[in-house]
């Protein structure tokens, strides 16, 4: 079982900037494939970005990309999602996801085993 905890997130006004962190534990965390998804109110999860094992393997979302940097620290089994120049249609709650599979389609939702609780970001305009 792994454990993701979500950390980051806020209030901020339009063009601002927020790092957000995700914790995992329970397995050999250079094994896990990590993301980030969010979803808004009344809208459907959607995937912003998402890194490899080894983090030489960066995704990420049309509408993120130029902004957002995804990164992971494999010495303190923590990811990182820095989002600059935010936007007021960011906000949304951001999730962070983790699986142990040899591989998976980082872009859907549906094959991420772990997930944390959420954290909530509202850009203000």
């Known amino acids: 079982q792994v454990q993701v905890v979500e950390s980051g997130g806020g209030l901020v006004q339009a063009g601002a900037s927020l790092r957000l962190s995700c914790a995992a534990s329970?397995?050999?965390?250079?094994?896990?494939?990590m993301a980030w998804f969010r979803q808004a109110p009344g809208k459907e999860r959607e995937f912003v970005a998402g890194?490899?094992?080894?983090?030489?393997?960066?995704y990420y979302a049309d509408s993120v990309k130029g902004r957002f940097t995804i990164s992971r620290d494999n010495a303190k089994n923590t990811v990182y999602l820095q989002m600059n120049s935010l936007k007021p249609e960011d906000t949304a709650v951001y999730y962070c996801?983790?699986?142990?599979?040899?591989?998976?389609?980082?872009?859907?939702?549906?094959?991420?085993?772990?997930w944390g609780q959420g954290t909530q970001v509202t850009v203000s305009s």
């Open positions: 996801a983790a699986d142990d599979a040899n591989w998976i389609n980082y872009y859907s939702s549906v094959p991420w085993t772990y």
């Open positions: 329970g397995r050999t965390f250079t094994r896990l494939h």
């Open positions: 890194v490899g094992w080894t983090a030489s393997a960066t």
